[in-house]
């Protein structure tokens, strides 16, 4: 007898990175993506945020391997992480593992790890698992979904997806395999929510490469383009229309170049006429033949694009002439450092074109009318919407719905739900695994939790005091020291710091009890002198001995 | 022979929010707006921000008024902070003037300040300025822009506008005046770039009536319709159709009631059949008679549609069955907080619907089209945009200079430049005026500067580490203590606490020094162990006493 068949998302369900799903039948898991996610502005000091591994730790015995879908760093990035604490063979198509394994050689786990490279239309037995991969067009090539087959018919995992029909690549979504699943009975199907909030056809990526030849006619001097450092497609239209319009092309930036290498020597990234040169090659030629491509569209301090923006990058300034071309939308929490970096372009005088002026950027993502094709052609009878903040996965459910898929065969969970799949049907249950994001810090994974962060956000917000004095006999000793960051502004303030320090002189002449019990006595009344003074409340600490 | 006038913006030049322009004319200062901005997220602790007052401060004896454009607290919402420092009299029509008073009253200032009424039309005769308002529509009744003459021609502010032509409350911009100081001739136009990055016409209101009737047609339950407390028109729209769909509605939050009734009393909101009711009383009735009018379109945290998302709330629970309607669009920063709140109302079951979906909101500024048909009807001679980011100042200069401008005579200038005007010409001066932002945070108005959130922005990456102890002839008095926050998790890094403790015990024994300059030593040896350990960079403080 089989086992039930579980479904069990650690990551980037009700949020958007982080991407990866378990799945689990007859005591093996294999796990689609690996993904990590990058920090919204309200978790302070966070590098980046995992998965939530736990339950991989717990049964690290029983992966068997880790199916990724395409290179982006959401779906592939927490591998350098994760597979140290839970080990298993990495699956993955020729440029996926191409991008995987430049991380991997600079986390130093490129030896140790087990890694196969697969193919559409591959189909690979593991334990209880047929995995079939399936072409989907997206915004970097060799991107794949899985179908998997289980005991209770097919499991669909679209990856990230489109109906993109001129995709650069001419990689299409395939649809005759998606039909195939279809025909053979699809259990569940769990699709890409990322662009249910928008109606209509997302616009292929040909019409980015027209927006871009615009810019390649007219652009009197150089031309500064900033794209993903993954994004191989988009470098490969810009090399294009380079040669054509006979300019030559430097790639800037340390993961643009160990990218683009990778790719060329794969046999994804094509220079046939030498455009390519390095940087310092390009500063030799005039301008009006001269194109960079480089990274910084989310704003990211130490990308290229935004130390040229301001003024900190040591080979380029931008000059009135440039014409600088940000060819990324914002991954939302990123708008303000993009839009700083937009307005300081601007400040140097250069022509600055981006999404929302020109579409040098088209989403990899489907919008409403072809997740509601994904979810004709498969037919599920169960539907999982994924990938996606909570309203995306709301508004995927009732588009799914509006096509007549029954709202209780329709399962809107969050990271750390649990599908079951039986012989009876399907349901969520109630008991979850840890699902919470895992934070990485410096070098600590997981050592700072929420209740960490909590205390950074209040200390952002008020900074604080540390108020110090020695006692002998119940009386302090001399005056009190009261240091302060982040509080206010000393030269400007040294009035309430003096008043601070004889509060708290005062306090411990005045207040009988031991040092041990001082302390928190004088944090307490601190905590309100301070707030009727200044209407704050910053973190304060007392240290208080008896000497 | 008359002095040179000067047109000097503290505020709203190359940021949106806190606008305040100055016009100076022969020793007489006039204001146009007085507004503030609310924080952004790099902004940590500070409550809102505030146009620079300090030129104003040193030539308070010259202020002849503040005339304000319209009822928008980015316009007026200073007033409250800077009138006490810089005093003048204040200009503005009915319904500004009212709300204007509602925050007046608030920080007491009501009695103090000397305001006078003005309509569309008139004519101000103030120092050697002539001041005509003249009606713009905006998302707000009662928007003026002014036409101002001076010895060197008409000078236009167009306030924040667009060319509705079929407005809710009937007020159009109004075109003939706007041809009027044309004929005159205009020597600088000021018009407002915030959407200069967007092409075409902006919709015009109407069109958020026609979905809000689809919503009132369609909803099964409750309606709950958030916006902004100032928007009277979008409260007036909501009242007209549920008179129409015979449901009852609730104004709810505190600035959402003193503002309705203040316009309820000015005659800008009517009620004619009487469904404004009481929440209690809403509560007796079906949902499906039931709209609720509330605050917290931009996420804020205690505004009564957050704390309904978030099930903190005391009388209104959201239920499946409930329309939500977000009807205004974040603001630029505000993103994060607005879509956590919408995914916490979808979680609830709720129907949501906003934007990004479905016109329950339009743009109260013009898009590019409107913007060049302002150019094209007042003619200026110099153009200045203003009242947007930096990019948006470069795109509408570069609109200008499409339509005939010399880019010469196009001024993009921010917050603390002068611009000059006398028989010759106008240009920019070299030496500015102070234009930085000015912080409020509590209490202190200007206390917290670009130091103090430079140390906050440290502590929120990674917290603080405060290390204490006492020495005797260069000896350590027992064991160090070491407190932290924001640093690490406690219970789960006791012993990096403890690595510390003793690091610094082990420091202050081997190192020969006496107590005022262990302090320093202390901490950057310190500093250099936890980056070691950690790959961190707290905030370090040293308590090390002589006792």
Request: with cysteine.
């Amino acid at each position: 007898m089989t086992s039930p068949l579980r479904i069990i998302p650690l990551g980037g369900f009700g949020e958007v990175g982080r991407n990866l799903t378990v799945l689990e039948l007859d005591g093996d898991i294999i796990c689609i993506d690996c993904g990590l996610m990058f920090p919204d502005s309200d978790m302070p000091g966070v590098d980046i945020v995992l998965p939530n591994f736990t339950y991989l730790e717990e049964n690290v015995d029983r992966i068997k391997g880790y199916f990724i879908t395409h290179g982006h760093e959401d779906h592939h990035g927490a591998l350098p992480y994760i597979l140290p604490r839970a080990p298993a063979p990495v699956f993955a198509t020729k440029l996926t593992r191409g991008l995987i394994e430049v991380k991997l050689k600079e986390h130093g786990l490129l030896d140790s790890t087990e890694i196969h490279t697969i193919h559409p239309d591959d189909t690979i037995e593991i334990g209880p698992f047929k995995v079939e991969p399936f072409r989907v067009s997206h915004s970097i090539p060799d991107s794949v979904g899985f179908g998997i087959e289980t005991p209770y018919g097919m499991v669909v995992h679209t990856a990230e997806f489109k109906f993109d029909l001129t995709p650069v690549n001419g990689q299409l979504t395939d649809i005759r395999r998606l039909v195939s699943y279809a025909e053979r009975g699809v259990i569940a199907l769990l699709s890409d929510s990322t662009n249910a909030e928008r109606a209509g056809h997302t616009p292929s990526e040909a019409i980015v490469a027209e927006a871009l030849e615009r810019v390649f006619e007219r652009a009197p001097g150089r031309i500064i383009l900033a794209t993903f450092a993954s994004n191989i497609s988009r470098v490969q239209e810009v090399i294009n229309i380079a040669t054509e319009f006979e300019r030559k092309v430097a790639l800037v930036g340390r993961s643009m170049e160990k990218n683009t290498a990778m790719a060329m020597e794969l046999g994804y990234l094509k220079d046939d006429e030498g455009v390519i040169m390095s940087l310092q090659e390009l500063e030799e030629i005039p301008h009006e033949d001269a194109v960079i491509v480089c990274t910084g569209t989310q704003g990211e301090p130490n990308s290229a694009l935004v130390r040229m923006a301001h003024d900190r990058h040591r080979e380029v300034s931008i000059v009135p002439g440039d014409t600088v071309v940000v060819s990324a939308s914002p991954i939302p929490g990123n708008e303000e450092p993009v839009h700083q970096t937009l307005d300081h372009l601007f400040r140097h005088g250069a022509d600055v074109l981006y999404q929302a002026l020109t579409p040098v950027h088209v989403s990899g993502h489907g919008s409403r009318e072809e997740l509601a094709l994904m979810l004709t052609i498969v037919a599920p009878r169960y539907f999982v919407p994924n990938g996606g903040e909570y309203r995306m996965l709301a508004l995927h459910a009732k588009l799914a719905e509006g096509l007549g898929i029954p709202s209780e065969n329709i399962f809107v969970i969050e990271s750390g739900n649990v599908i079951e799949i039986d012989d009876k049907g399907a349901r969520v249950l109630e008991r979850t695994v840890p699902g919470e994001y895992i934070y990485v810090d410096g070098s600590g994974v997981g050592d700072v939790g929420e209740s960490v962060l909590r205390d950074r956000r209040l200390l952002a917000r008020d900074g604080f005091v540390v108020a110090a004095v020695n006692m002998r006999d119940g009386e302090p000793i001399g005056q009190a020291e009261i240091m302060t960051s982040g509080f206010v502004y000393h030269r400007e303030s040294s009035e309430i710091l003096k008043e601070l320090a004889d509060f708290t002189t005062d306090f411990v002449r005045k207040t009988k009890a031991p040092a041990s019990e001082m302390g928190d006595r004088l944090k307490s009344a601190l905590g309100q002198r301070i707030h009727e003074l200044t209407r704050r409340r910053p973190t304060i600490m007392t240290v208080v001995k008896e000497v």
